[in-house]
Each structure stands twice: as C-alpha cells, then as structure tokens.
C-alpha cells in the first residue's frame, strides 16, 4: 500500500512536472507564436497577451496577466483575453490612453494599470453594436481614418466603430485574412493571423507590399529565427532596438541586435547580415555598447571589454576580455559608446550620465561626467562625420556633437532607424 502510495505520488509529479514543461515551452515567443491580443501601453510599449500570461516589450519572459491586470481574472477563468487596444484621442479626455480588454462578453477598461470605476461592463453597453467573443481591436485615430475609430474584429466580419457618435460602419476587407490579434505601432496597423502578420490599410483593409511576413522577424527579439528567415530583410526591418552601433575608421557601419548583426561598408549601400558568433566568436552575442578607436572595435558586454582589431577576419587581441573598469574606468555595464571628433577621447553613456575617457591616458578614467536630461535610457550612439546620432527604442536623434546633445533641453526630430538608417520602407 505504502508502494502504491509512493509510485502515485511520483507519476503525480511527474505529470505536474510535464505539464510546467509544456506551459514553458508553449510560451517562448522565438518559437513562432499565434498571439490573443496586443496593445500599445501608455508609453507606447506592446504588450502581446497569450492565454494567461502577457510578453512586454520585444525581448523578455511571459509574466502572468493578472500580475499587471489583477481583475482579468476575477470574471474570466478560462484566462485569455480576446482583444485589446489603447484609445488614444487627444480630444476624447475621458478615455484618452486608457487600454481597453474584452473577454468574452465584457469589456475592461484600464487607465494607468488601474481598472477604471464600474467595470468590468458589457461590450453592448459600452460599444453598442460590436460582438461578443472579438477576435481582435485596434484604435485608428483621424486621419488614419475618416473618424476617431475603433476597428472591431470578427472572423471575417469588420466594424468601424465612430468613438464620438457611437455609428457602426460595417465593411469588407477582402485582401485581409481573419485577424487573431490587431495593433497600430507608429501610425502603421498590423493583422497577426497565426505567427505571420500584414500590414494593412485601416479605411480599406487593402495589404500593400510582400505580405504576410514572419511576426517574431520584425516584433521579437529572438537568438534563432525560422529557418527561411531573410537575415537581412529581417535585421534592417525590425522594429526591435539597437543594442549597439559604430562605424570604424574606415566608414563601415556595424549594427548589433541580440544575436546578429548588420554591416554597411563605405560607399557601398548593400547590407550584409551575419551572427555575431561567427565574426565575434568571444563575444558570441548581445553587446551593450560598441566603439572604434585606431583601427579596433572595443565591445562592452557586460562587466566585459572584448578588443578586436578591424580586418578580415576581425582578430580579438591577446589579454582580453578585459574589465571594464580596469580597461575604460568605469563599472560596467554600460548603455553606450562612441569616439567623435576628438579621436582620444571615448564618450561613455551611462544611465543618465555621460563620462569621457582620454585612451591616452594611463590608467583611464571616467571623467567628466555631466547629466544626459533628454533621454531616461539610451540604447546605442555612433558617431561620424555627419555627427552624433542617439538610438532610443525604433528611433535615432542627429546632434552636431556630444556638447550639443548635454546643453539640448528640447528633442530634435527623430528618425525611424529602419527607414532613414536602413532604408527600409516601414
Ligand atoms: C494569477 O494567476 C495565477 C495562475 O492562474 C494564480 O496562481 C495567482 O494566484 C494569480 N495571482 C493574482 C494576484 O491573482
Ligand atoms: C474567416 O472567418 C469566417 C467567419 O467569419 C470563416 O467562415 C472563414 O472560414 C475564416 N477564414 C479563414 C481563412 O479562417
Ligand atoms: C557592395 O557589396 C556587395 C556585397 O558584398 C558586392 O557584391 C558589391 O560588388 C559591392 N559594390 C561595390 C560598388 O563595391
């Protein structure tokens, strides 16, 4: 009996232990997921919810929903959310930014992670003339369409919903597959079917362009992609950050992200795409900062400097990785690094800080350090001889050089980095 116990309890175990194997290998979104809903936050950062758990951002673990969404859980125990979006109309005040999920019947309506008084309510009392049981929702404000809207999605079915007159305006969008989640990401609107997505026009629903593309290729951040990823197309395309950027003496261009990297050499425009193991074995893969100095690229990683000397191949020097605070005078890690006008000097970003190095300097140290107030995080900067550009999220800021970027109180315009750096055309 005291066996038989004992075997039961074990299979048990080993039951629970499968079924947390299977949870975690269903919810790595590198693996090509179909997800339930995605928004924008208020700062503008996708959330991409599946079944009970949400992924932030392009890079990252699943946490459970309920964690930042405590009351999803309360009406709904099936745990999925079937739609969502941020309402974004500067002159709706009452429900601007607000993230709105349905769930069945009911709508949520959230404002700064909070649930916003009297919901959850039902979709027909809050958005008379829209479904139960959506597939999917996205905001598209004036003029992206004719009226503040939202877009509705069932099966084939499509409402465009009036947000100030309430009207529902039934359409077809003939070209579109059935959306299973739906989201506009810097004024572009995107219909995820499966893993793959189109961009899509919001008044017609016509797909322009070499579509239905790989989702995880442009809106994750994975260490491998699907076999007939396009590196290329993928890396200039993507809308994931630059960890890191510089340019050599030379004036060829390298651009780090996660496990690849892009390189454009001088006077040439094709875009060479390769994995940071095969030409930076040491390194092997997501660097934080890069920068050039006399013929050498230092790779920070971590605590880590990784030292390569520029040719073909790039040879990594004897003695290093080295630690950062006993290469550069500074504690690692760090956010970004570039060398501009002055070629001695190695300008550090740091938080929000900026440090100077003088490399002529024995031992080096991190000086000079003054307050960067325009940005909370930088992800990459490169200097050259059109100036100094600074890499936040999707977007880059041209200054004339660093001196200019710690006196600036105001943004200068900013540019996506897949189109204006990478010439991609979204
Ligand atoms: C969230 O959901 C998980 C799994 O369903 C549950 O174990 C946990 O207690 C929930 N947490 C909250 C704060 O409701
Ligand atoms: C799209 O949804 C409709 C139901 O509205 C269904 O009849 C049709 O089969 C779906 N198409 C695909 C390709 O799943
Ligand atoms: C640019 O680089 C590509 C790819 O390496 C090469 O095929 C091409 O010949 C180069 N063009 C010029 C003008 O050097």
New binding site residues.
Partial sequence: MKLLAHILCLSLALAWAQSQDHALAVLDRCEGLEMDAVAVNEEGIPYFFKGDHLFKGFHGKAELSNESFAELDDHHHLGHVDAAFRMHYEDNPTDHDHMFFFLDHKVFSYYQHKLEDGYPKDISEVFPGIPNHLDAAVECPKPECDEDSVIFF????IYHYNVRTKAVDEKEFKSM??CTSAFRFMEHFYCFHGHLFSKFDPKTGEVHGRYPKEARDYFMRCSKFSDDSDHVERERCSHVHLDAITSDNAGNMYAFRGHHYLRKDEGNDTLKADTIENAFKELHSEVDAVFSYENHLYMIKDDHVFVYRVGEPHTHLDGYPKPVKEELGIEGPIDAAFVCRDPQIAHIIKGQSIYDVDMNVSPRVAGNERPLTLFKKVDAAMCNSEGLKVFVGTHYYHFESPMILVGSRALPEQHRVSVALFGCDH
Avoid: V
Wanted: aromatic share 0%; charged share 50%; net charge negative.
């Fill in positions: 069932k099966g084939d079915d597959p059935n």
